[in-house]
C-alpha cells in the first residue's frame, strides 16, 4: 500500500524555474514523473530507479533533474528553464507493474500514482 501526494506546482513566467514534490508514505524503488496537457496522452517526463540511475524524455534533458531523498521518502523534480510547452498537470508514480521496453517513461508501467500538482507556464 503505496500513497503519492505530489506538492509544488504554480504559475510561472517562461524561464523560470519550479521544484516539485511527491511525498511517499510507503516503500517505493522505482519512481518516475508524467504531464498531461489537455488534448494530449499522458507522457512521461523522468524516472529513477532502485540503484539511482535517471531516465530523461528529450524535451527535458538539460532543464529538469530528477532526484529521490531517501531519508524522507520523497522524490523531486526541479524544473529549469521552463517554457509554454511544460504547462500541464505533473503526477509522480512508483513501482513498476511490467517492464516492458522503455518502462521508466511509460505510464501504463507503474502500478500507483498521487493526484497530480498543476504547472503552468506563461510566454
Known amino acids: 500500500q503505496v500513497q503519492l501526494v505530489e506538492s509544488g506546482g504554480g504559475s510561472v513566467q517562461a524561464g523560470g524555474s519550479l521544484r516539485l514534490s511527491c511525498a511517499a508514505s510507503?516503500?517505493?524503488?522505482?519512481m518516475g514523473w508524467f504531464r498531461q496537457a489537455p488534448g494530449k496522452e499522458r507522457e512521461g517526463v523522468a524516472a529513477?530507479?532502485?540503484?539511482?540511475?535517471?531516465t530523461y524524455a528529450d524535451s527535458v534533458k538539460g532543464r529538469f533533474t530528477i532526484s529521490k531523498d531517501n531519508i524522507k521518502n520523497t522524490l523531486y523534480l526541479q524544473m529549469n528553464s521552463l517554457k509554454a510547452e511544460d504547462t500541464a498537470m505533473y503526477y509522480c508514480?512508483?513501482?513498476?507493474?511490467?517492464?516492458?521496453?522503455?518502462?521508466?517513461?511509460?505510464?501504463?508501467?507503474?502500478?500507483?500514482w498521487g493526484q497530480g500538482t498543476q504547472v503552468t507556464v506563461s510566454s
Open positions: 510507503g516503500y517505493t524503488n522505482n
Open positions: 508514480a512508483a513501482d513498476i507493474r511490467w517492464r516492458i521496453p522503455g518502462w521508466q517513461l511509460t505510464p501504463s508501467a507503474y502500478i500507483t
Open positions: 529513477i530507479d532502485g540503484i539511482l540511475s535517471t
